[in-house]
């Protein structure tokens, strides 16, 4: 008897997009093809057209990648779908006139193309196809089944949470961020972080509720015989960023460690707006407005900025990150602070997106201190020390390489980042 066999599933090796375009050699404004997809794990692009920024006489073209959640989560080069072909094919004669090959899109990358891809006098007078071809495209026996539970957060549900952690009524914690009290909902902040879960579940002092107004001053614990400048020394030890902050700026939490103005508790009538920039304290209609009385769970935060933690705690509450995405020193100096918190607080989420969000807008400028003040976290460590190998040349001449070289103590783990550096710089 004959035993039937499967046929072997059908494939295709690759597949190709179109776009015809008019008048391409008077193109005044930039031209977006519609967002296409080259697989069924949303693999989507998008063609870009335009006149070149330093010489009008051009017209640049580039194909953008549309990262997906997995790409969104992966530092290196997505390999999947890392190689297509550009090409522009005269209408009338069906000639290629350019052709182009695309390779290595990554979150640092996710735009390929040429600036100076043809000269407006070379293109024909007629219509012109830009075609986009992609090699070893896979068909899939699996139909993609649609789910309206993959679509985007609302920006409604968002305002919504955000209206939630600014209601202080429903609030049940208080956070003292270095004299600023910041509040927020328990069961929220446990859900997203089981350091808060594992917190307030040991039995500790901040699983305890307590009357605001029995709140610690500075004077209860003096009475403990630990002195508040005891306190902030041992907080300013521990704190990579804090102890950054009172010498070289980057990794400065924006906290003032003193003992005056970081207490571990205030009273009620001492507290701090959070939202105010001058330090005033609260009247004691708007405390009773900002801060019910009711009874809460107390935590008190020396390591780090009232923003920091705003941004944080916005991010428990949203899912949303509201740092701007920027190559400025204090981008960067903003998105380390947070990775340092969410880490901290194993947020994992937050701190892999965190990390994508430095390794994208890595320079030359900025490197040097985010490398030599990142000894605690293996990962950013080494994709700081990758960048700075390849493109030592141009960081050791920046302001920032010489703020770390003039203040090396400043940085816990200098010597070893500077051994590893410079050896792997020799061996180059």
Request: with cysteine; aromatic share 10%; charged share 25%.
């Amino acid at each position: 008897m004959d035993h039937l066999t499967r046929p072997p599933p059908t494939t295709s090796t690759s597949a190709s997009f179109q776009f015809t375009i008019k008048n391409l050699a008077t193109l005044a404004k930039p031209l977006y093809s519609p967002v296409f997809s080259s697989g069924s794990d949303q693999q989507l692009w998008q063609l870009g057209i335009r006149p070149a920024q330093d010489d009008k006489e051009y017209i640049s073209v580039y194909l953008y990648l549309l990262p997906n959640n997995r790409e969104l989560r992966n530092l290196e080069s997505w390999k999947i779908r890392c190689k297509a072909t550009l090409q522009l094919i005269d209408e009338e004669w069906r000639r290629e006139i350019v052709t182009v090959v695309l390779r290595e899109f990554s979150i640092r990358a996710p735009c390929k193309g040429c600036s100076h891809f043809i000269k407006r006098s070379e293109v024909p007078v007629n219509k012109v196809h830009f075609k986009i071809n992609f090699a070893n495209v896979d068909f899939s026996e699996t139909a993609v089944r649609w789910s309206d539970n993959h679509c985007p957060i609302p920006q409604s549900l968002v305002d919504s949470w955000s209206g939630v952690l600014k209601n202080s009524r429903l609030a049940d914690v208080v956070f003292y961020v270095n004299g600023h009290a910041i509040l927020a909902m328990k069961d929220v902040i446990c859900g997203r972080s089981i350091y808060f879960r594992n917190m307030f579940e040991s039995g500790c002092v901040e699983s305890r509720r307590i009357p605001m107004a029995e709140t610690k001053t500075w004077k209860d614990v003096d009475e403990e015989n630990e002195t508040a400048e005891d306190m902030v020394l041992e907080n300013d030890r521990m704190s990579l960023g804090t102890k950054q902050s009172n010498e070289t700026g980057f990794g400065n939490s924006h906290g003032i460690t003193t003992a005056a103005k970081s207490p571990l508790f205030k009273r009620n009538s001492q507290i701090l707006d959070a939202n105010r920039s001058d330090n005033t304290f609260l009247s004691e209609e708007e405390l009773e407005e900002a801060y019910p009385s009711n009874y809460y769970h107390v935590v008190n935060v020396t390591d780090c900025d009232p923003k920091t933690f705003s941004h944080f705690l916005h991010y428990l509450y949203t899912n949303e990150i509201t740092l701007r995405d920027g190559t400025e020193a204090s981008d960067i100096n903003s998105l380390f602070l947070l990775f340092q918190v969410a880490d901290k607080y194993q947020v994992n989420d937050l701190r892999g997106r965190i990390l994508l969000r430095i390794y994208k807008n890595l320079s030359v400028a900025n490197v040097a201190e985010v490398l030599f003040a990142s000894t605690q976290w293996a990962d950013l460590k080494q994709l700081c020390m990758d960048f700075a190998i390849n493109h030592f040349t141009e960081v050791r001449e920046t302001d920032g390489f010489s703020k770390v070289t003039e203040n090396p103590l400043a940085y816990s783990g200098f010597a070893e980042i500077a051994k590893v550096l410079f050896k792997s710089i020799k061996l180059a």
